[in-house]
C-alpha cells in the first residue's frame, strides 16, 4: 500500500498544535514514529480499506499498552465513549482523561470540537495525526504525537478510534 507523506496530507491548525487527515484512498501515512502501529494497520486491514476492530488483539499492541485509547463513537457520530485508556495515555493528560468518559465532556478552547474531528475521520475514512501541546490545565508545556486510526464494527460501519500516544522529545526540534 502507498504510503502518504506529512506534506500531502490535510493540515489544520489548532490553537495547541497541528492536526492532519489521511484519506485511506490515498493510501497509510509516512509516520516514522508510528511505523510500527502502522504496519500493523495494514496487516488487519487484509485487503479491506479499514480493518475490523475485532481484527486486534491485546498481544497485537504488546510495547504500547500504556499509551493506547480505544473510543466507541454512536451510530449517528454525535459521541463517543472512552473504552480502553492505557496509564500512559492517562498520565500524559494528568488524570483529564478516564474509562467511560465521553468525547464531548473533553471540550476545550485547546481542543475545539474533538466530536467533530473523529466524526470526519470516521465519515471519510481517513487516519488522524495530532502534534502539539496538551490542552489540559498546567500540561501545556508538553508535546505530543497523537495516531487515530479508523476500524469497523462487527456490522462493518467505522465507529472505533484506535488512538496511540508518544511524548515528544524536548530536544526534537519541532
Same mark, same amino acid.
Given at each position: 500500500?502507498? *504510503?502518504?507523506?506529512?506534506?500531502?496530507?490535510?493540515?489544520?491548525?489548532?490553537?495547541?498544535? *497541528?492536526?492532519?487527515?489521511?484519506?485511506?484512498?490515498?493510501?497509510?501515512?509516512?509516520?516514522? %514514529?508510528? &511505523?510500527?502501529?502502522?504496519?500493523?494497520?495494514?496487516?488487519?486491514?487484509?485487503?479491506?480499506?479499514?480493518?475490523?476492530?475485532?481484527?486486534?488483539?491485546? &498481544?497485537?499492541?504488546?510495547?504500547?499498552?500504556?499509551?493506547?485509547?480505544?473510543?466507541?463513537?454512536?451510530?449517528?457520530?454525535?459521541?463517543?465513549?472512552?473504552? %480502553?485508556?492505557?496509564?500512559?495515555?492517562?498520565?500524559?493528560?494528568?488524570? #483529564?482523561?478516564?474509562?467511560?468518559?465521553?468525547?464531548?465532556?473533553?471540550?476545550?478552547? &485547546?481542543?475545539?470540537?474533538?466530536?467533530?474531528?473523529?466524526?470526519?475521520?470516521?465519515?471519510?475514512? #481517513?487516519?488522524?495525526?495530532?502534534?502539539?501541546?496538551?490542552?489540559?490545565?498546567?500540561?501545556?508545556?508538553?508535546?505530543?504525537? %497523537?495516531?487515530?486510526?479508523?476500524?469497523?464494527?462487527?456490522?462493518?460501519?467505522?465507529?472505533?478510534?484506535?488512538?496511540?500516544?508518544?511524548?515528544?522529545?524536548?530536544?526534537?526540534?519541532?
Amino acid at each position: 500500500m502507498l *504510503r502518504q507523506s506529512l506534506e500531502r496530507a490535510e493540515r489544520i491548525n489548532r490553537p495547541a498544535g *497541528r492536526v492532519y487527515y489521511f484519506p485511506l484512498e490515498a493510501g497509510l501515512p509516512d509516520l516514522p %514514529i508510528f &511505523k510500527e502501529v502502522i504496519d500493523l494497520y495494514a496487516r488487519k486491514c487484509g485487503g479491506a480499506r479499514v480493518p475490523q476492530r475485532s481484527a486486534f488483539d491485546f &498481544k497485537d499492541l504488546r510495547g504500547w499498552h500504556a499509551q493506547f485509547c480505544l473510543t466507541l463513537f454512536r451510530e449517528d457520530m454525535s459521541d463517543g465513549e472512552i473504552r %480502553i485508556l492505557g496509564e500512559g495515555y492517562r498520565g500524559l493528560y494528568d488524570g #483529564a482523561l478516564w474509562q467511560g468518559m465521553r468525547m464531548s465532556q473533553t471540550d476545550h478552547l &485547546k481542543l475545539p470540537d474533538l466530536v467533530g474531528y473523529f466524526s470526519e475521520m470516521l465519515r471519510r475514512p #481517513a487516519i488522524g495525526y495530532f502534534t502539539g501541546g496538551l490542552p489540559s490545565e498546567g500540561r501545556e508545556h508538553v508535546n505530543v504525537d %497523537i495516531l487515530d486510526l479508523p476500524a469497523l464494527d462487527a456490522d462493518g460501519r467505522c465507529r472505533y478510534v484506535l488512538s496511540f500516544i508518544r511524548e515528544q522529545s524536548p530536544y526534537r526540534g519541532d
